[in-house]
């Protein structure tokens, strides 16, 4: 096997040029979901390629949403099955002046793709495509039969994605697991194994106490949309820094033995110096140190404030009470938290302390999930980064978002893993990129994941 192994890897140095190519035109393709901007081109494009790798493939309409490519390529050796989720939507890229190269050039710099969708996750999917295609011309054959499902609208909390897992659930639920393939050495030099992620829930607080913007010499007498909002906001979170939402975190779940046992590791990616590496990060609570610190950092559910619109844009003088206010909050959930129950909570907390008056407006989310590290699929990825001589740190859940509950839940009830060497970052901020040597990374360790699911 190893003999085997070696002949794709050498393969894969061989053909770089052509896989970085291969990445650099995909990334030329815009595909922003919040935009509308190339999606229907750039899922044709992605079926397209997987047809090349011998799959079926086709576009799935969605009603009111974006396709889904669905694709299915045969193994003639094995009776395993790997669903492979991807994404082919992107962020938007403003501000463009921000970035050094343009965002869907793909031109290399120094020693990175500089692109939107570099990182996050187009070069990855296009990564793990070429990976196939190098085990395919050395094998004439894959390791194990693969599903696979890109959508569209990631970046749009996966809002379509219920839709096409029910319409197609009953094939969907012979696979024996689902993988995501991410370089994950957010800092460099330490891959990860990640074995679920917290739960996502953004909604809009809006407050209009006036039907026109008025001018400010009435402030003494009429009520200020922006200061309402304000108060009501400081009424959720303490001075201390604390979420003081009435019951908000009654449901959190601690982490379980095995997850306090893993977080151990996690110290280098996800503690002060991690972040100091991925964000440029110089100032944390001061009340958070060491094992505290990433255990908050990964199970602790979050209050976030996106962004904040009311009122003139800072541009000239304009002197006014503005008509109405409106912000954007984001919390992340841990087990055993759901979406209604946090959104049922805030309407309750404000209408105790009297602002009856804000709406609070469901926009987007999902709950959270994880899978145990004995799953054998999460056992492969360990063991297939091993096989590349790194040693991988497993966290028991991302900080961060995606839709693998929609996987994990019923009517699938499918382990889930995300994996994959590689350095890249600046997901969602201009200059995302991954690095040329990520891209190697990342082709030789799907290569490896494939064999090690195809023997655990």
């Given at each position: 096997?190893?003999?085997?192994?070696?002949?794709?890897?050498?393969y894969?140095?061989?053909?770089?040029?052509?896989?970085?190519?291969?990445?650099?035109?995909y990334?030329?393709?815009?595909?922003?979901?919040?935009?509308?901007?190339?999606?229907?081109?750039?899922?044709?494009?992605?079926?397209?390629?997987?047809?090349?790798?011998?799959?079926?493939?086709?576009?799935?309409?969605?009603?009111?949403?974006?396709?889904?490519?669905?694709?299915r390529?045969?193994?003639?050796?094995?009776?395993?099955?790997?669903?492979?989720?991807?994404?082919y939507?992107?962020q938007?890229?403003?501000?463009?002046?921000a970035?050094?190269?343009?965002?869907?050039?793909?031109?290399?710099?120094?020693?990175?793709?500089?692109?939107r969708?570099?990182?996050?996750?187009?070069?990855?999917?296009?990564?793990?495509?070429?990976?196939?295609?190098?085990?395919?011309?050395?094998?004439?054959?894959?390791p194990?039969?693969?599903?696979?499902?890109?959508?569209?609208?990631?970046?749009?909390?996966?809002?379509?994605?219920?839709?096409?897992?029910?319409?197609?659930a009953?094939?969907?639920?012979?696979?024996?697991?689902?993988?995501?393939?991410?370089?994950?050495e957010?800092?460099?030099?330490?891959?990860?194994?990640?074995?679920?992620?917290?739960?996502?829930?953004?909604f809009?607080?809006?407050?209009?106490?006036l039907?026109?913007?008025?001018?400010?010499?009435?402030?003494?007498?009429?009520?200020?949309?922006?200061?309402?909002?304000?108060?009501?906001?400081?009424?959720?979170r303490?001075?201390?820094?604390?979420?003081i939402?009435?019951?908000?975190?009654?449901?959190a779940?601690p982490?379980?033995?095995?997850?306090?046992?893993?977080?151990?590791?996690?110290?280098?990616?996800?503690?002060?110096?991690?972040l100091?590496?991925?964000?440029?990060?110089?100032?944390?609570?001061?009340d958070?140190?060491?094992?505290?610190?990433?255990?908050?950092?990964?199970f602790?559910?979050?209050?976030?404030?996106?962004?904040?619109?009311?009122?003139?844009?800072?541009?000239g003088?304009?002197?006014?009470?503005?008509?109405?206010?409106r912000?954007?909050?984001?919390?992340r959930?841990?087990?055993?938290?759901?979406?209604?129950?946090?959104?049922?909570?805030v309407?309750?907390?404000?209408?105790?302390?009297?602002?009856?008056?804000?709406?609070?407006?469901?926009?987007?989310?999902?709950?959270?999930?994880?899978?145990?590290?004995?799953?054998?699929?999460?056992?492969?990825?360990?063991?297939?980064?091993?096989e590349?001589?790194?040693?991988?740190?497993?966290?028991?859940?991302?900080?961060?978002?995606?839709?693998?509950v929609?996987?994990?839940?019923?009517?699938?009830?499918?382990?889930?893993?995300?994996?994959?060497?590689?350095?890249?970052?600046?997901?969602?901020?201009?200059?995302?990129?991954?690095?040329?040597?990520?891209?190697?990374?990342?082709?030789?360790?799907?290569?490896?994941?494939?064999?090690?699911?195809?023997?655990?």
């Amino acid at each position: 096997m190893q003999n085997i192994l070696d002949h794709i890897y050498d393969y894969i140095d061989q053909h770089f040029d052509e896989h970085l190519a291969a990445t650099q035109r995909y990334l030329r393709q815009p595909s922003i979901s919040t935009q509308n901007i190339g999606i229907q081109e750039c899922a044709e494009l992605t079926a397209g390629m997987l047809r090349t790798l011998g799959s079926e493939a086709s576009v799935v309409p969605m009603q009111g949403g974006h396709p889904v490519v669905y694709g299915r390529l045969a193994s003639k050796s094995s009776d395993r099955t790997l669903l492979m989720y991807g994404m082919y939507d992107v962020q938007p890229v403003e501000p463009l002046d921000a970035w050094i190269s343009p965002p869907f050039e793909a031109n290399i710099v120094g020693d990175r793709i500089i692109a939107r969708g570099a990182y996050n996750t187009k070069g990855p999917l296009m990564g793990f495509l070429n990976a196939i295609q190098s085990i395919q011309a050395v094998t004439g054959d894959v390791p194990v039969n693969i599903v696979f499902v890109i959508e569209g609208e990631e970046e749009l909390a996966s809002r379509s994605l219920p839709q096409f897992l029910a319409r197609y659930a009953e094939d969907l639920r012979k696979a024996d697991a689902v993988y995501f393939h991410l370089p994950t050495e957010m800092v460099k030099g330490i891959p990860q194994v990640m074995l679920g992620c917290k739960g996502a829930l953004l909604f809009d607080l809006e407050v209009k106490t006036l039907t026109t913007d008025a001018h400010s010499m009435s402030a003494p007498v009429v009520i200020n949309p922006v200061w309402r909002l304000i108060w009501a906001l400081n009424s959720m979170r303490g001075a201390d820094d604390r979420i003081i939402i009435d019951g908000f975190c009654e449901n959190a779940q601690p982490p379980t033995a095995e997850e306090t046992r893993l977080l151990t590791s996690l110290g280098g990616a996800w503690g002060p110096e991690g972040l100091k590496a991925m964000y440029g990060v110089t100032e944390f609570r001061p009340d958070l140190v060491g094992p505290d610190f990433v255990r908050e950092m990964i199970f602790a559910p979050t209050l976030n404030i996106n962004g904040f619109l009311a009122g003139q844009p800072l541009a000239g003088i304009k002197t006014i009470v503005p008509a109405s206010a409106r912000c954007q909050l984001d919390v992340r959930l841990v087990p055993d938290m759901t979406v209604q129950e946090v959104l049922d909570k805030v309407r309750a907390h404000l209408d105790r302390r009297g602002f009856t008056d804000i709406q609070v407006r469901f926009v987007a989310g999902y709950n959270p999930s994880r899978t145990s590290v004995d799953q054998p699929v999460a056992q492969a990825a360990i063991q297939s980064i091993r096989e590349l001589g790194m040693e991988p740190r497993v966290v028991p859940m991302l900080p961060a978002t995606a839709p693998i509950v929609l996987f994990s839940r019923p009517p699938l009830n499918l382990p889930f893993v995300t994996s994959g060497l590689g350095h890249g970052w600046l997901l969602h901020a201009p200059n995302e990129y991954l690095e040329l040597e990520g891209l190697r990374a990342c082709e030789k360790s799907a290569v490896a994941f494939l064999y090690k699911f195809a023997a655990i």
